[in-house]
């Protein structure tokens, strides 16, 4: 099994990425690892199995890279949170707010039921904002969410605060 700091050890770090001052953590480094890749998948889909998940929701664009495995892996349906204009169908939608400005998440009408027991799967978890967004999302079409579960969190961001009220796991803290 693979501890908090053998994930680390795949996972590349890249200074002054996207703008400088930023140390950047490419979990592409990770995914790209088997073992690692694996694990992570294995972790994130046990601390849910007990949950009794419906479906899973990937958010754009990473989520759907470790939400479509977990669902596989829980027997849950996968659900994704597309930026608008990229869903075919009729959706929900949600805009929020971020740090630089604003952005909005798409679900399709269909996709989730009201009564649904729902997880959230992300590759990062940094100021909470488009998990938030997602959760909220979730709900107003009626499903509970009943679990976040991320790759990533950048504890000095403080998004965890902003999902107090969710059951919420990260595997690999920075």
Do not use: W
Not at 60 to 75: K, N
Not at 136 to 152: D, T
């Amino acid at each position: 099994m693979f501890t908090e700091q053998d994930f680390k050890k795949t996972i590349r770090e890249i200074p002054d990425f996207p703008k400088e001052g930023i140390l950047f953590y490419d979990v592409t480094t990770l995914l790209k690892n088997p073992e690692a890749y694996g694990e992570l998948i294995t972790q994130m889909a046990e601390s849910l199995r007990a949950l009794d998940v419906d479906v899973i929701v990937g958010p754009e664009a990473r989520g759907f890279v470790v939400g479509a495995p977990v669902a596989y892996a829980v027997g849950a349906g996968l659900v994704l949170a597309r930026k608008p204009g990229k869903l075919p169908a009729e959706v929900f939608s949600l805009s929020y707010g971020l740090e630089y400005g604003s952005d909005s998440l798409e679900i399709h009408r269909d996709a989730i039921k009201p009564g649904m027991r729902v997880a959230i799967c992300d590759d990062l978890l940094a100021t909470g904002g488009t998990a938030l967004a997602t959760a909220k999302l979730v709900e107003q079409m009626g499903a509970e969410v009943v679990g976040l579960r991320f790759a990533i969190e950048l504890l000095d961001l403080n998004g965890r605060e902003r999902l107090k009220d969710y059951d919420v796991i990260s595997f690999i803290k920075y």
